[in-house]
């Protein structure tokens, strides 16, 4: 078997990280010395030299190259990708792995948060967090240069329930062999764990009255009160969650590349719930 490039193209906080992570304990995959090497969106011209991108794996790895860069399917807010690697000398083969739009735009906004990004109060009108959610438009880059056939297409849902069914499937269409048992116990680059700089923090960090704040505060309170300031991913969950006309419009302005995701893509979208008032957790 030639060597052939696999490229895990997004989308972004839809389960890439984990993908990548179970498809690289297989024996004829070869994983690239960057999981995300960001490699045909760089604005230098080497993205054209195809001897430097190989390099970024082992010499005797292979026969299927795989690295993950969610930032390929970044249309129009980055370099286009699809269009870059039309252009070079290489066998290339795409995964992309979707999940329920809403859930993974407020993932999103919540890990953005973790890393003390700023973001507009209204995400809908941020085209970093609606552009991304568009699955349909950005495989259409992919789909136009390299054919359908070119695309393995699943959810962060199917792979959650069945992993290792999802992962044979992908092995079939990387074309190695299907009977490795993957480990898939581990979740990875989850936000648990992680704290997000607040409104109020990133207040006072404005002002320079962080330490100012930490003088006035007794010892014994301190860990109270930067848990209000700066509290945990798990703590800011709700505060970071769409509201229903959030939602609401979030979905509309998705609903015709949703459409097309189901009709073009043939993508079962069933277990994404599309009301614009979701039904609360007992």
Excluded at 196 to 222: E, K
């Amino acid at each position: 078997m030639e060597e052939r490039f696999a490229l895990i193209i997004g989308c972004a906080r839809s389960g890439t990280t984990s993908l990548y992570s179970y498809l690289v304990q297989h024996p004829e995959i070869g994983a690239c010395r960057m999981v995300e090497p960001k490699f045909f969106i760089s604005d230098q011209p080497h993205w054209q030299n195809m001897q430097e991108y190989r390099s970024l794996w082992e010499v005797d790895t292979g026969p299927v190259l795989l690295e993950a860069t969610t930032l390929y399917t970044w249309v129009p807010l980055l370099p286009n990708a699809a269009a870059r690697i039309a252009q070079v000398d290489g066998d290339f083969r795409f995964l992309y792995i979707m999940r329920d739009p809403v859930e993974r735009a407020e993932s999103h906004i919540l890990k953005s948060a973790t890393r003390g990004h700023v973001f507009p109060d209204d995400p809908v009108g941020d085209p970093w967090r609606m552009e991304v959610s568009k699955y349909a438009k950005q495989l259409d880059e992919y789909a136009t240069r390299f054919g359908r056939e070119r695309l393995h297409l699943l959810t962060l849902e199917a792979l959650k329930e069945n992993p290792q069914r999802e992962l044979e499937r992908v092995c079939e269409f990387l074309g190695v062999r299907s009977d490795v048992e993957f480990d898939t116990s581990v979740q990875h680059n989850k936000t648990k764990g992680k704290t997000v700089n607040g409104t109020l923090w990133n207040w006072l960090r404005s002002i320079g009255g962080l330490r100012t704040l930490a003088r006035c505060i007794p010892p014994s309170w301190r860990g109270q009160v930067r848990h209000l300031v700066n509290p945990t991913a798990e703590e800011a969950e709700d505060h970071y969650a769409l509201t229903p006309d959030q939602r609401r419009r979030f979905l509309k302005a998705l609903s015709d590349d949703l459409h097309r995701l189901e009709h073009v893509y043939g993508v079962d979208t069933s277990r994404w719930n599309r009301s614009p008032n979701p039904t609360p957790d007992p």
